[in-house]
């Protein structure tokens, strides 16, 4: 099986994976090993669910109208997992840790949205999506050294 045919070597705990933000740029190494289409949503800010949607909107690249319901910002990422052509299909949420420590309430609706956009890709669009939290805190685990 070819590299971009086998499931990311990364260890998870299941739809979503926790990674130290530290190892970053080794995240983004392994991903490129595997032809992953990665895109990045910089939580750095988010705070609130104003925030959160904003920071959703600019990764969508959406301008037209903000964000402001749950079942639209479902849509529009499901979208654009489908619109990207390709898969596997790799978000990866830079500091979510800061959305854990200003509302975790929040946080869990957010994670739970995305883990079910997870089964959705796969179980109806047939594409490999994996979402990454990185984070600065003792629940974002660094990488271990893996040899092949």
């Known amino acids: ?33 595997f032809g992953a289409h990665v895109v990045s949503l910089d939580g750095s800010q988010v705070i609130d669910q104003a925030t959160l949607f904003d920071a959703f909107a600019t990764l969508l690249q959406r301008e037209e109208s903000p964000l402001t319901k749950w079942a639209a910002l479902q849509d529009l990422l499901h979208q654009a997992v489908i619109d990207a052509g390709v898969s596997p299909v790799v978000l990866v949420w830079e500091h979510a840790d800061r959305l854990v420590a200003a509302d975790v309430e929040l946080f869990l609706n957010v994670t739970s949205l995305l883990a079910g956009l997870v089964n959705t890709a796969y179980t109806v669009d047939e594409i490999d999506l994996y979402i990454f939290l990185t984070g600065d805190t003792d629940g974002y685990p660094r990488l271990e050294d893996r040899t092949e």
């Open 1 to 33: 099986m070819a590299d971009s045919e086998a499931p990311i070597p990364i260890p998870s705990n299941g739809p979503i994976s926790c990674v130290a933000h530290c190892d970053r740029a080794r995240l983004d190494e392994t991903l490129s090993k």
